[in-house]
């Protein structure tokens, strides 16, 4: 009798947690993307509450008079509470699926269009708001609660002599560098010093003595040309700069990642930094060289940085900068078959991203840990969870690198160059394709791990769906006209509806074991093209290689139409707006068909029937000219120098004895 008992409260249970867990999707997932198949669901729900009804009769009318009465006395009450929570999921759960829908009224992109126009007005304002060099002092001040730092006159004259537009907004300079004022200045040029002076560490130094820029002696040959680049760039207002050294990342991947708690306690020590109540001196120390140690010729060997290439760093390195109560760090999807639109929804509108900049922030979305080649198999991985200062092309979320402008642009190693054999034509006059080519560079992979790297996923999803496969797109509803629908579409039928070239080149790069003749087979290998070919489109897919795209600025510079999806972010990423001056795509990559259907229309047919939707042209040449105006006004290389300028004043006075002391002061 007890073992009955058990099995029907536990059955009941069973029932009741299913309807919980479907109930719990509806309301998380009520929206119209993901698609559902309502009618499905609906019936599913009735039945499951059908068999849960049907086996509670069976059950009180199988058990007998006394068993039932013995029953009743031990199980009735909790039995009959179940009942009623069922029948209240099963009436709440099945009112979400009658309410829910997979239209909506209009397209979520002109939304997203109009509201990028609003944010980059309001951005811009507050950016540029000062004319003078007293208002940009005053400014500072009121941002940042402390004086600019010595030297700042002869920055301010520096901008504007270069027309800079950017005056007031250094924000990401800030955030970049509050928290290493939870360092001393001898602590600074110490970690300066062991970081530079240990090859292993695939980090190199240029010193700044006496106005002028040299690199340290124990660069790697590899990479000379990029250190090359940045006394190139430094060299523009190094006499302005004071004696010091600093570290450059070799690599492309990022380095320095503090656990969320260390980082919040440096944060508060830095925010707190500033006293604009006493008086600045403004000039730096004297004799300054000689608190920086020269690089020593027999190689220092302690490290505070530990390598873990060719191995998954999620857990270890890519969340240990978020909350401990952030998903993040409280959940694994194990399922990385399926979407997970909860991971995406903070940041998303549907299938589009509608906040680029929580988009990168990786706190909310577990599922990263398999998307990305960082985060799956990197190729130079060699990082630190102590607080060191680094500087770095690109960082992803929660790492505590210091962005500068890379060498990469600046020296034009790929470079927007036009011509009579390769002409930038007007937009309306290119193919309506969306394009890419690249390598297998994001990650290395030997044991399967390649077919969650985004490049590889990108090219599956375009070039190998099989006839199983679908893919959700917003289109023009069937059966109420004005409305779109989230339409699920064969993979047969995408490719007949859209055009995208896709394609890994030349070889399969990065590879090991299988995992090369694996990844050539699937995708087949094409032959490389001149980077000028890309022109030719309309749409040109920017994607993250092993750190930041060094093609994404060419991109903006010419007549198309970038898509991107990132990783990583650069020291240009604030400057940007999405949906104004390019167009965002999740790294989950299941927006880029409805986004392309957007822009290049359809008119094709689905399941037989005819389905139309015009294409918005006018729009994606607006967000093609506005996104090359503006990398013509705020990316250039001009610009660059004017943001390393105020970023190494700033770093300058963070490594100054009498830090507290000195300053700019009208």
């Not at 120098?641 to 006075?653: A, D, I, S």
């Amino acid at each position: 009798m007890l073992a009955v008992g058990v099995l029907g409260v536990s059955l009941t249970s069973l029932f009741v947690h299913s309807f919980v867990s479907g109930a719990s999707y509806e309301w998380a997932n009520g929206r119209p993307f993901p698609p559902t198949a309502r009618a499905s669901a609906i019936f599913s729900v009735c039945l499951l509450f059908l068999g849960a009804s049907v086996f509670q009769y069976i059950y009180r009318v199988s058990e007998g008079p006394r068993s039932l009465f013995l029953a009743k006395r031990t199980f009735a009450k909790t039995s009959s509470s179940l009942s009623t929570l069922m029948a209240l999921l099963f009436t709440f759960q099945a009112l979400l699926l009658f309410a829910g829908s997979n239209t909506v009224d209009y397209h979520p992109i002109d939304m997203l269009i109009y509201n990028a126009k609003a944010q980059h007005e309001a951005w811009i304002k507050q950016a540029s708001a000062s004319r003078t060099l007293n208002q940009a002092t005053e400014e500072y001040r009121r941002r940042y609660n402390r004086h600019p730092p010595p030297g700042f006159d002869e920055w301010y004259n520096f901008a504007t002599s270069r027309s800079s537009l950017i005056i007031d907004d250094y924000d990401a300079i800030y955030d970049d560098l509050v928290r290493f004022w939870a360092l001393s200045p001898s602590e600074l040029r110490l970690e300066t010093w062991k970081t530079i002076s240990n090859p292993w560490n695939e980090i190199s130094g240029i010193s700044i003595r006496g106005g002028k820029a040299d690199i340290s002696p124990n660069v790697k040959p590899t990479h000379r040309w990029m250190l090359d680049g940045v006394v190139s760039l430094i060299s523009q207002f190094a006499q302005w700069l004071p004696d010091m050294d600093l570290a450059f990342n070799l690599n492309d991947e990022c380095r320095v990642a503090v656990p969320f708690d260390h980082a919040e306690e440096t944060r508060k020590v830095g925010e707190g930094a500033g006293n604009l109540a006493v008086g600045k001196e403004n000039q730096w120390s004297k004799d300054r060289a000689s608190g920086w140690q020269p690089i020593p010729e027999e190689p220092f060997s302690e490290t505070c940085f530990e390598d873990h290439s060719f191995s998954k760093t999620f857990w270890q390195y890519g969340s240990v900068g978020c909350p401990s109560r952030s998903k993040a760090r409280q959940y694994r999807i194990w399922n990385t078959r399926q979407i997970c639109t909860t991971c995406a929804l903070p940041h998303s509108l549907g299938q589009f991203v509608q906040n680029w900049t929580l988009a990168a922030d990786i706190c909310h979305q577990p599922d990263m840990a398999e998307l990305h080649g960082l985060y799956l198999s990197p190729a130079a991985f060699k990082t630190a969870h102590e607080l060191v200062p680094v500087f770095s092309q690109s960082k992803a979320h929660g790492f505590n690198d210091i962005l500068y402008p890379s060498a990469w642009n600046y020296m034009d190693k790929v470079k927007y160059e036009p011509s009579d054999d390769h002409p930038d034509r007007p937009f309306a006059e290119k193919e309506n394709t969306l394009f890419w080519r690249g390598a297998t560079s994001e990650g290395v992979s030997a044991e399967g791990t390649w077919k969650g790297m985004t490049r590889q996923r990108l090219v599956h999803l375009v070039n190998n769906l099989t006839e199983t496969e679908t893919v959700p797109i917003l289109l023009p509803s069937m059966s109420q006209e004005g409305k779109y629908e989230y339409q699920t579409i064969s993979g047969k039928d995408v490719r007949s509806l859209l055009r995208i070239d896709v394609g890994v080149v030349d070889k399969i790069a990065r590879c090991g074991l299988r995992d090369c003749p694996d990844q050539e087979a699937e995708f087949g290998l094409l032959k490389p093209s001149d980077f000028q070919d890309h022109w030719r489109y309309r749409y040109l897919f920017d994607l993250d290689g092993a750190g930041f795209s060094g093609r994404f600025l060419p991109f903006l510079q010419s007549r198309s139409l970038p898509f991107k999806a990132a990783l990583f972010r650069d020291w240009s990423d604030s400057r940007l707006t999405a949906w104004l001056h390019f167009v965002p795509q999740d790294l989950r990559l299941h927006g880029v068909h409805s986004t392309l259907a957007y822009f290049a229309g359809v008119n094709g047919k689905v399941d037989g029937k005819d389905v139309i939707m015009p294409a918005h042209e006018k729009e994606g040449a607006m967000i093609a000219e506005t996104g090359r105006e503006w990398a013509g006004k705020m990316l250039r290389k001009e610009d660059m120098e004017v943001y390393f300028f105020r970023l190494l004043l700033e770093w300058g006075r963070l490594t100054d004895d009498r830090r507290d002391e000195i300053g700019f002061q009208m």
